[in-house]
Nanobody, 122 residues
Framework: QVQVKESGGGLVQPGGSLTLSCIIDGFTEDYWAIGWFRQVPGKAREGVICNSKHGITYYLDSVKGRFTMSKDHAKSTVYLHMNNLNLEDTAIYYC????????????????WGQGTQVIVSS
């Protein structure tokens, strides 16, 4: 099995920053794309941002300039850096892995974490 585990969620004030981590087995393989999705209960899971060997792709205009990604191959970890958070960023955030290029289609990702809750309030 492939292990995918997110962490780093929590409560943050509007305008604050938060970094999420995702540990994925086999992350160092160059042919994998790692995507971040988010979901509010009762609504569809949506693609946020993705990183592959081709670079970073943004799928939500609302996060451009505020969110970015980085990685640490030695730790098999990818990071989602979220800045200037607002109330609309409140959601459960998931990381996922697929082969090849980035995609915002959740059905194209084979391996998923269980999600980490981000709440922007106050």
């Amino acid at each position: 099995q492939v292990q995918v585990k997110e962490s780093g969620g929590g409560l943050v004030q509007p305008g604050g920053s938060l970094t999420l981590s995702c540990i994925i087995d086999g992350f160092t393989e160059d042919y994998w794309a790692i995507g971040w999705f988010r979901q509010v209960p009762g609504k569809a899971r949506e693609g946020v941002i993705c990183n592959s060997k081709h670079g970073i792709t943004y799928y939500l205009d609302s996060v451009k300039g505020r969110f970015t990604m980085s990685k640490d191959h030695a730790k098999s970890t990818v990071y989602l850096h979220m800045n200037n958070l607002n109330l609309e960023d409140t959601a459960i955030y998931y990381c996922a892995r697929r082969l090849g290029r980035c995609s915002d289609n959740k059905n194209e990702y084979r391996s998923w974490g269980q999600g980490t809750q981000v709440i922007v309030s106050s």
